[in-house]
């Protein structure tokens, strides 16, 4: 559903049961509708997941199926998180702009934050968050 956004359990069934394209395929564009450019040969890129599950959201459980690989999560927004550039984003103004779906890939024990890849706008990359 390319004109639309998802919920969490709405994007794990759809990676689960049809599957996803690499990037090279269908390149991010910030803009909706763009499934009709992806490359000719999709079909065979495709890519799934075995299956899904919800799991308990505290930080000794979501460490452990770390292990595994990626967690689907979901943040809260904020006005301020628009201008973040680099270090650890940690919410201090702004309005509540909704939740997004967020990517976490690792934990920094040292630092105390979560590693995460999000895509919003037309950037993509690795964040910090702050775990409280």
Not at 21 to 34: F, I, K, R, S, T
Not at 76 to 102: C, L, R
Not at 115 to 128: E, Y
Request: proline share 3%; glycine share 10%; aromatic share 12%.
């Amino acid at each position: 559903m390319c004109n639309q956004g998802w919920t969490l359990s709405g994007a794990a069934e759809y990676l689960r049961t049809t599957g996803t394209v690499d990037e090279a395929c269908l390149p991010y564009q910030p803009v909706d509708n763009m499934c009709a450019k992806k490359c000719s040969d999709w079909q065979s890129r495709l890519t799934k997941i075995a299956s899904w599950n919800w799991i308990v959201a505290d930080p000794t459980t979501i460490k452990n199926f770390l292990l595994q690989g990626p967690v689907l999560s979901r943040i809260e927004v904020y006005q301020d998180f628009m201008y973040y550039k680099s270090g650890v984003y940690q919410h201090v103004s702004g309005a509540d702009v909704g939740g997004h779906a967020i990517t976490i890939v690792g934990y920094d024990n040292i630092g105390h934050y979560w590693i995460v890849k999000k895509q919003l706008g037309n950037r993509l990359g690795r964040k910090r968050f702050r775990k409280d």
